[in-house]
């Protein structure tokens, strides 16, 4: 059994750290696991993918178009940009909430993410929308927005993995005193 | 042994720890840095010599003095960092070495983040030296202890060069528990200048012994478990696949499941195994060479072939059956191998045309003093015939709109020199030179040394941020502190300058605008070389101050703000300049650049 993710979305927004978390998970229950992600340009706004590929017979990292189970886009249009990965029938989560281009203001974009989530949902088979920017309001913290994507994602059952198990890896990575807050948005998005 | 999910370039550093590493340097570079990080961070006892370097020839010789000695060293760079420490490497290829000595050099197919598609296997048929190409993370680990054993039993330096996605992939891996290590003790330095110095005659001698050597390591290669040759599933096919690296995995993935053509994975390019290749080669009619970067293995073949008068034909980049720029993935492998058997690939889903996505170029971060200084030096030379030359560093982003201040950027500790052969020939001109603090100490001190003898008429523009921000923050000569945990005295670089007799040397902070931009004035004024150094440190590097704040009743929406410094800190919001404030530093740039008092760093009453 192989697992095709593709997570996506913007520097800054923790998608590293959410596939470091299924990695550690599938480490810890001796599931073979590969990733593959951008690197270098994060901190500047720029756009941000991990493959992560999860069961036995994986030769490479990264995993060709059409083959991702589950697209985890943390963004509007970086959803769209990466969608072409995702499999015919794959399921495509995504946070609702767009994140304008650090050139926006020079350039004039009007772009709002509005033209993005149509596209998912007409061509998704399966799209589960998160409201990421009510998520971390109900919250109260602007940095949990992965933990609420990441429990939607398990909620999808189509990781090996139960919320438990996830949740357990993220006590053991993150600093104590965030843990609880973790836990909460974990089952927020779940 | 155990299992832990590990980046590739982390799996080199423990590799090469497991297999007795006594000495690490190297000079930062995408995609090889996490190397020797990596190995600082596991050297907790301090057993292990480690050190970012001033450049890569440095540490290369370091390293090679190390392994004179007896110890395993490695040395870590990107592939371009070669060409900086390929003077060494060439002679060090004659001199040997007597401890292992690895010299990992990352490359970077796309390119990714680098000037250049070189490729290091390229290099070690040049330099004559053995090369390992691997594959995967756990291949990477496993052979790192390989190349030490090689580097040793024939007393020469190893290239190992990973790509990018072998550095940066991940994998849960099979590695030691530190009771497996190996531990190396030096035997020391023996005095023999037969051995350890260079001269003609010597080298004369080396030359003829290398090339037999060559030989002998060809065969033995041959044998090497990991220049696979995997017969084909299905019989009477007469076809192969010729591949490496990342690729090999790419081209796993493609023949998956299928009854596969014959397929060699070629891990030591340089001496290429012939004796395996020609195993390969027998009975078949037809192969594909799938490679990253330079046609090696399709090179190494077709001249086999010519060798040995096999009826063979090899296909590849020569032969334009696979493009020869650019990094291959598992979708374009998919379709090369597709053509090449002439298999149907499924019919990709249609899925309709996305609309216009936005693109999210880098820039430079919010609050960066680059933009600070080169804004200033843009509003100096207004309505001047100017010219600036950039360099290799996250300003090289100062070419971005609005600021377009990077008029040339060539390679690391150019641009000091290029602006000096442009004043030459336009002497009317306003000559500037950018480079960033680690650059300076890296390869643009004897750019500086280079005008001031030769009487250039120039500015030299440091842009001091006090760290190496590009490559994720590295210590160099001037920010104090070392990889092995020591705080030393930093190497100053306006008594650097003074030193070569650059008499003029100012120090400005690029945040107090007006003042910067006098400056420059007064300084480009001058004839001869001067210096001007913009010192403040990475806005990464230090706490943010509170956003700053428009007064909308101010802000008459000239949007000055946003297009004189394109600062990602403002936005538009319903067509109005407005602050992020998730990434304002609160650096006040914009409150020094609006022309009617609308922006300041407090809000009224605060």
């Known amino acids: ?190 | 042994m155990h299992k832990e999910f590990l980046m590739g370039n982390a799996a080199i550093a423990r590799g090469a720890i497991a297999a007795g590493l006594n000495l690490i340097s190297g000079y930062p570079g995408t995609p090889s840095t996490e190397v020797l990080e990596t190995s600082a961070k596991c050297n907790k006892s301090g057993s292990l010599y480690v050190e970012w370097s001033v450049n890569e020839k440095a540490a290369l010789e370091l390293a090679a003095g190390a392994a004179y000695c007896g110890a395993r060293t490695m040395v870590t760079m990107k592939q371009v960092g070669l060409n900086v420490a390929s003077d060494p490497l060439m002679s060090l290829a004659y001199i040997g070495v007597k401890g292992g000595m690895v010299i990992l050099v990352a490359d970077d197919p796309g390119p990714i983040s680098s000037q250049t598609e070189q490729d290091t296997r390229t290099f070690a048929a040049y330099s004559k030296l053995p090369c390992f190409d691997p594959s995967s993370v756990q291949e990477a680990y496993d052979m790192i202890g390989e190349a030490f054993e090689l580097s040793e039993k024939y007393g020469t330096p190893v290239l190992f060069r990973p790509t990018t996605r072998v550095c940066h992939g991940y994998a849960s891996i099979d590695v030691k528990d530190e009771t497996e290590y190996k531990s190396v003790k030096p035997e020391g330095f023996v005095r023999d200048p037969s051995k350890w110095v260079i001269f003609p005659r010597l080298s004369y001698n080396a030359h003829i012994k290398i090339e037999a050597r060559n030989v002998t390591l060809s065969e033995e290669l041959s044998d090497y478990a990991r220049n696979l040759v995997i017969p084909e599933k299905a019989a009477g096919c007469k076809k192969g696949i010729a591949t490496h690296g990342i690729s090999y995995t790419y081209v796993a993935e493609a023949l998956a499941g299928k009854d596969a053509p014959r397929v060699m994975k070629v891990t030591t390019p340089f001496p290429f195994p012939e004796q395996a290749a020609l195993r390969f080669l027998d009975g078949l009619d037809e192969v594909l060479c799938i490679e990253e970067l330079d046609p090696v293995i399709e090179r190494e073949l077709t001249y086999i072939c010519g060798k040995h008068h096999l009826p063979v034909k090899i296909r590849g980049k020569l032969t334009h059956d696979v493009k020869n720029a650019g990094e291959n993935t598992c979708g374009t492998v998919a379709e090369n191998i597709a053509g090449f058997m002439g298999w149907e690939l499924p019919a990709a889903a249609k899925a309709e045309e996305p609309p216009a996505l936005p693109v999210r170029p880098p820039v430079l971060c919010a609050g960066c003093p680059h933009r600070a200084s080169f804004f200033a030096v843009k509003e100096a030379m207004k309505g001047q015939k100017a010219v600036f030359c950039g360099d290799i560093g996250c300003y090289t982003l100062g070419n971005a709109m609005p600021l377009d201040m990077v008029d040339t950027c060539l390679c690391m500790g150019a641009g000091v020199n290029i602006t000096q052969g442009i004043g030459h020939i336009e002497p009317d001109m306003k000559c500037f030179a950018f480079v960033g603090d680690s650059t300076f100490f890296a390869s643009a001190i004897t750019g500086a040394v280079n005008a001031v003898y030769n009487q250039a008429d120039m500015t030299l523009v440091i842009l001091d941020n006090s760290t190496t921000a590009m490559t994720g923050h590295q210590p160099h000569p001037g920010t104090g502190h070392t990889m092995m945990g020591q705080v030393v005295d930093k190497i100053d670089i306006t008594a650097v300058l003074k030193g070569i007799g650059v008499k003029t040397v100012v120090t400005v902070d690029p945040l107090d605008l007006k003042n910067a931009v006098e400056t420059v004035k007064c300084v480009a004024s001058e004839k001869g070389v001067k210096a001007i150094i913009f010192k403040l440190p990475c806005a990464v590097i230090i706490k943010p101050k509170k956003p700053a704040f428009i007064d909308t009743q101010k802000c008459t929406n000239c949007k000055r703000c946003i297009k004189a410094l394109g600062c990602p800190g403002i936005v538009l919001r319903d067509g109005r300049p407005a602050i992020e404030n998730s990434l304002c530093t609160g650096c006040g740039l914009c409150s020094q650049v609006c022309p009617c008092s609308a922006i300041s760093l407090t809000k009224e009453g605060e």
């Open chain 1, 1 to 190: 059994m192989q697992t095709n993710i593709m997570i996506c979305g913007v520097g800054g927004q923790g998608i590293v750290l959410t596939s470091k978390l299924i990695a550690a998970t599938a480490v810890s229950h001796d599931v073979p696991v590969m990733s593959a992600e951008t690197i270098g340009m994060a901190q500047k706004g720029g756009s941000v993918f991990s493959f992560l590929r999860l069961g036995d017979g994986i030769a490479s990292p990264m995993f060709p178009e059409g083959s991702a189970d589950l697209l985890i886009g943390f963004e509007p249009s970086e959803a769209v940009r990466m969608f072409p990965y995702l499999k015919k029938g794959g399921t495509a989560i995504v946070n609702t909430h767009p994140i304008m281009p650090v050139t926006a203001a020079l350039t004039g974009s009007d772009y709002d993410g509005a033209d993005m989530l149509e596209y998912i949902r007409r061509n998704a088979e399966k799209a589960v929308f998160v409201d990421g920017d009510k998520a971390i309001t109900d919250i109260g913290s602007p940095k949990v927005l992965n933990m609420v994507m990441l429990g939607a994602a398990v909620a999808t059952g189509l990781l090996p993995f139960s919320l438990e198990e996830i949740e357990e890896t993220m006590k053991a990575t993150v600093k104590p005193q965030f843990a609880e807050l973790n836990s909460k948005a974990l089952r927020y998005g779940g």
